[in-house]
């Protein structure tokens, strides 16, 4: 019987048993393997105990490892690069994010922060931020209900959020056609110019309320935040506009009922605020993803729209921060990962490292995302770069004009229209 020397716990041979030198060489080996010291230059895993006096800072700064260690890597990503006065951050919001409160908690204190310069979000979000502004409760509930006998007892449902169908929701809309029909609305205007007529109206039923800062549309407008949304037909808002467009052609008065939302007005004011940021001062930009759809997209497509139909020079986003909770092996852009938008040039290829995605419920991740920049960053200048809208899209011309190749070409085309007619 022939018998086999027993490996040590590391996997080599006790030294007693190797020949003269032959542990030497293994160790020197060992020691010199290329490239192992950057796979392990991460901080050692060895957290601190949570005690009463851990605060939300120390808590996230002692996640190690999955998706606590997304959050971990977002947080200081914040507030290592976000928080420098020359980088321009946008925030795209989707999901119910609205109902469930995260305007007064969360996004709203983000803004005052000086943390958001732009806002990309869905119609039903801005249209359930009015419940707050008008003063129309929304409250706690279960998810286990009888939804047949929450409709005959007018009971409207999200998930565990429970309102007044009339008293909330209608009321919302009575309030908000009401509000439609005033003199400045009646123009065609994008999304961006109608929530900043929006907002100043819910400015004032704030004061009126007296229940503090509630909602994001009054924020943007006392801070002159841009707020887009890419697709204002699908949503409450949108439908109310549909409404009233219905009834003025009806009752001849289309003349008067001027009300138009032109998304390319959007596409253009979003993708001013990019090239301004970059191009023309000189400065970096950044984006905040909570959850996926199309105001992820409408956010991201910024810099395609520069580079590839503007045709001007451009790299691509800065920083980028995805909280979703979408997988993206289905191929939907919500779980898309930063290094699949980079063959896009929405990201900048050379910038991965600067991107973060933390597979996370957003109610949960992104309360904790704000104590953690608030509790360690120091308030940032706002931008105001609504104010600033006219002077950004003459250098969104500009540049189109310099360097679109097709210019030429294409004005022809529009020229000859009016020979046809």
Known sequence: ?????????????????LHPGQGKKMKSKKASCPGQKKYLAGKRILPEP?????GIVKLIDNMDAYNSGRLRAACHLLRDQYSRENVTVGLS??????????????????MN???VDWISATGANMYHDLHFAFNLPLHRGSHMVDDADLRRKGVTRIYDILFDYEDVLMETDRRLRRILVRPEFQKEMGTREFYHHLGKVMNEFE??????????????????????????GDSTIGMNVAGLELLAEAANLKDLFQLKINPSLDVNDSTAIILNAKRYEHGKTG???IGGGSPKNFMLQTEPQIQEVLMIPEAGQDYDINITDARPDTGGLSGAPPSE????????????????????????????????????TRPKKQKRLYDRGPELHQKLMK????NNREVNQLKKLIQKLSAKE
């Open 207 to 232: 004061e009126k309320n007296r229940l503090g800062e509630v909602s994001i549309i009054a924020a943007a407008y006392r801070h002159g935040i841009p707020v887009f949304t890419s697709s204002p």
């Open 1 to 17: 019987m022939i018998l086999h020397p027993v490996k040590s716990d590391d996997g080599g041979y006790p030294e007693n048993l």
């Open 287 to 289: 984006v905040i993803l």
């Open 50 to 54: 949570i005690s009463r006096g851990t």
């Open 399 to 402: 540049s189109y004009l310099e």
């Open 93 to 110: 919001l989707a999901g119910a994010l609205t109902p469930a409160g995260l305007g007064p908690s969360a996004i709203i204190p983000l």
């Open 341 to 376: 938008a980079a063959s896009w040039g929405k990201i900048d290829p050379t910038k991965l490292e600067e991107t973060v995605t933390a597979y996370l419920d957003v109610t949960v991740a992104l309360p904790l995302l704000v104590t953690y920049v608030i509790q360690s």
């Open 113 to 115: 922060h000086g943390f």
